[in-house]
């Protein structure tokens, strides 16, 4: 199956396509706040408790940062209905650029989308902000991490990606794996997905990203980035958590990538400090 033509897109049933969605001072402004922040190499699963039967432990394919609440992939991610629990610790608030995407990505939303597909309370409150690129290995050979498995949201409601950078080719697939359609995400670009048919029965995932695009100078030692990725998506506030209050093991689990984070970040110094218990030995437990 080739990629459907470049241009928009508009699928009542739940799709939306919107090439140059971003405005190029948005995209810079964009990127300026990206290289304040320093994304993440998480693992996979905690450091500090026992692994799960048949698993080893392993790092993401490619660094990370949130915005709005941090979905720590050792904590599980968000998945409902039994998956809420202590999977969604409290971050950052958007930058301005980004808060001018979520104005304007609700409201198209809202505009396209059938109300059925929009649930009560709904409104864009994470973002994963993904780096798309090449891992560089000893002596600076590139090992491409351009690239996501097959996956649903679990988050409800419609979901927002925007794009910046190198185009990247999105497919959506049934759960045997065939695809239904395939299409190129370009530079400054929002794909909106919701409903039955798009976002509940489908999986997407990310089966390349060119090599050559427009470029992202995102600066993170021992990775090239080549695109980024803005995905938005809704919580429900009672599943979002402070750090503070989270239970002892999860605390723990977190602890360190949170000491990491508040060392570039008020936020999370801030986080940290009203978190921290010196009679608990929270301290002790680091991911590296």
Sequence with gaps: MRPGPPGPVDDPRGLRLVPGFVA?????????WLRGVHPLWEQRFSTVRPLPPREEQRPLLRPVYWLGNWQFACLGYYHPPRGTAERCVAAEPFPAPLQAWVARAEALVRRSFPPAHVPAGWRLNTC??????????????????????????????????VSLGARALIQFTTPRGEVVRQQWLEDRSLQLFAG??????????????????PPVDVPLAGFHTRRV???????????VLP????????????????????????????????????????GQHEHR
């Design 24 to 32: 190029p001072a948005e995209r810079q402004a964009a990127l300026d």
């Design 128 to 161: 994963l902000v993904n780096l798309y690129g090449d891992r560089l290995l000893p002596g600076g050979r590139p090992e491409d991490r351009a690239r996501v498995g097959a996956h649903r949201d679990f988050e409800p409601g419609p979901v927002a990606s």
């Design 196 to 213: 039955p048919t798009w976002k509940d029965r489908l999986f997407h995932r990310v089966q390349r990203v060119d090599r050559k695009g």
């Design 229 to 239: 990725n803005f995905t938005f998506r809704c919580v429900p506030e009672a599943d």
């Design 243 to 282: 750090l503070r209050d989270l239970g002892p093991q999860a605390r723990a689990d977190v602890w360190g990538y949170v000491q990491e984070l508040a060392r570039t970040s008020t936020f999370w110094a801030e986080a940290l400090a009203a978190a921290a218990d010196p009679a608990s030995g929270q």
